[in-house]
């Protein structure tokens, strides 16, 4: 006579789930980034101490354009930068310091999927950006007097297509980054496009209207014309001082963008890296 062998007991314990992984995730990056103070200062102080030049900059500028409205660009123009800094060139070297550490690695060994991962290193600089950006954009209109939001939704929309694109941009930068030290420099060309391209120094209705219109096709101008248009009802081309005539204005900015953000996504899928390269 044979006995049958006893079922193996089944192991049971707490499962965890995408927003707990996103969040320890998170937690244990934001502990990095207050210990490196070298960070720290690119994200918190580097942008203040640019938007004083941004005000000299706009001051000057609206000498010659006598219709520019420098509080509210320089609102829009201080967010824009402050989100540069703190989302792109931050998440940038932050990627690179944690593949340099074989984090990343070993990150993919557990339950984290890879996209909760890329996402759990870009919390705290995406909660950092976010709260700054806020600061600013409410101190700034309300001490500035500048008028409400004339489409909320709108910006809104155009506010996560930024954060998209950046985090994007930042996977796709990090994979021709060797090292932090160096993500200055390979960040540089994206940074310049930012402040320069997308009307953040210089408003695109100052440009030339062929420059002007190079520009409004480059990655992130789209985006911030998203914010813009739903902010202030105006994208230096076209108003809109309603809540549907915004979206018209709008249009082209979110098929453009739309397109960017999907280049970045795929270009980031094909080329970041997870190790270094030995």
């Not at 192991?11 to 210990?35: C, D, I, K, N, Y």
């Not at 108003?239 to 996504?265: I, K, R």
Request: net charge positive.
């Amino acid at each position: 006579m044979t006995t049958a062998a006893p079922a193996p007991a089944t192991v049971t314990g707490p499962q965890s789930t995408t927003a707990g992984r996103l969040l320890a995730l998170g937690r244990a990056e934001a502990t990095l980034l207050l210990r490196n103070r070298a960070a720290l200062f690119t994200a918190v102080v580097l942008p203040v101490v640019l938007i004083s030049t941004l005000h000299g900059l706009l001051k000057k500028q609206s000498e010659d354009n006598p219709g520019l409205d420098v509080h509210s660009l320089l609102v829009y123009g201080s967010v824009g930068m402050v989100l540069a800094f703190v989302v792109y060139y931050n998440l940038t070297a932050a990627y690179v310091g944690r593949r340099g550490e074989l984090v990343l690695k070993r990150l993919r060994t557990g339950e984290a999927r890879d996209l909760e991962i890329l996402l759990g290193t870009a919390v705290p600089s995406l909660v950092l950006g976010l709260f700054m950006a806020a600061l600013i954009g409410i101190g700034g209109s309300l001490g500035l007097h500048l008028a409400v939001p004339v489409n909320p939704v709108l910006m809104l929309v155009g506010l996560l297509m930024l954060l998209a694109t950046m985090i994007a941009l930042a996977a796709l930068s990090s994979a021709f980054t060797k090292t932090v030290e160096s993500a200055g420099i390979t960040t540089l060309p994206v940074m310049l496009v930012m402040q320069f391209g997308s009307g953040l120094y210089f408003p695109l209705e100052v440009m030339p209207s062929q420059l002007a219109d190079v520009c409004r096709l480059l990655p992130t101008t789209p985006a911030f014309q998203l914010i813009r248009v739903g902010w202030f009802g105006t994208d230096g081309s076209a108003a809109a001082t309603d809540f549907l005539g915004s979206w018209g204005a709008a249009a082209p900015h979110l098929v453009t963008g739309a397109v960017w953000l999907g280049l970045a996504v795929w270009g980031a899928v094909r080329y970041f890296r997870w190790e270094p390269r030995r």
